[in-house]
């Protein structure tokens, strides 16, 4: 396969006073930028997250207007909640093993605002955000992309392709009958980077 160097980026994820080295292409360097996006999730150098969370909560609230005209327009509730689930939840979650373990508590809470001007626009100011979740049969964001990181780490805890993206298992480390035999055997997180990671988080879950 050949690379277009014009279509090329280079981002640097690199922590030391030393910048690294240019990249080139057919000789042609690489421009560095410090973010990038890729199969619809937005990277940055500095390994955060606030420019990916700043996409998709504008992008769910655009699409919030859609909800708004349907309900002018008298749709059942149901309709209103399947609009929702189908149309809009889906763009605050795609991905969310990736970056929901180094989400800053900000972040949360402005991702799970989408969701709470939804159930506002579905049945009104008179519940709370609590009492519209349980009335409308839906779990808060937060709790949400914590089940599918989860799950995610299940399935590729099962894979026969891909479980070698996770440690070792520490019976298979020591070659002992312990205890603990069962649970993956981590590399103790010394920076901040190393325990947001979504290997580290779905290892640790």
């Given amino acids: 396969m050949k690379l277009n160097p014009g279509k090329c980026k280079a981002i640097h994820i690199c922590f030391s006073r030393t910048p690294p080295p240019p990249l080139t292409i057919h000789g042609h360097e690489l421009e560095v930028v410090s973010v990038a996006k890729c199969l619809g999730v937005t990277f940055q150098a500095d390994l955060g997250w606030g420019t990916h969370v700043m996409d998709i ?54 991702i799970e605002r989408i969701q709470r001007r939804a159930t506002r626009i579905i049945l009104g100011l008179n519940f709370s955000y609590n009492q519209a979740c349980k009335a409308l049969q839906l779990q808060s964001l937060y709790y949400r992309r914590e089940d599918l990181c989860l799950e995610f780490g299940k399935k590729l805890s099962n894979s026969n392709l891909y479980h070698h993206w996770l440690p070792n298992r520490r019976g298979e480390v020591s070659k002992r009958a312990t205890r603990q035999k069962s649970k993956l055997d981590l590399i103790p997180a010394c920076t901040k980077w190393y325990a947001n990671s979504p290997c580290y988080t779905l290892s640790n879950s």
């Fill in 57 to 110: 909560t504008t992008k769910g609230s655009q699409r919030l207007y859609l909800l708004c005209r349907l309900r002018q327009l008298k749709l059942p509730v149901e309709d209103l909640v399947t609009v929702y689930t189908c149309f809009i939840r889906p763009v605050l979650d795609y991905a969310a093993p990736l970056w929901h373990p180094g989400l800053t508590n900000a972040q949360h809470k402005k």
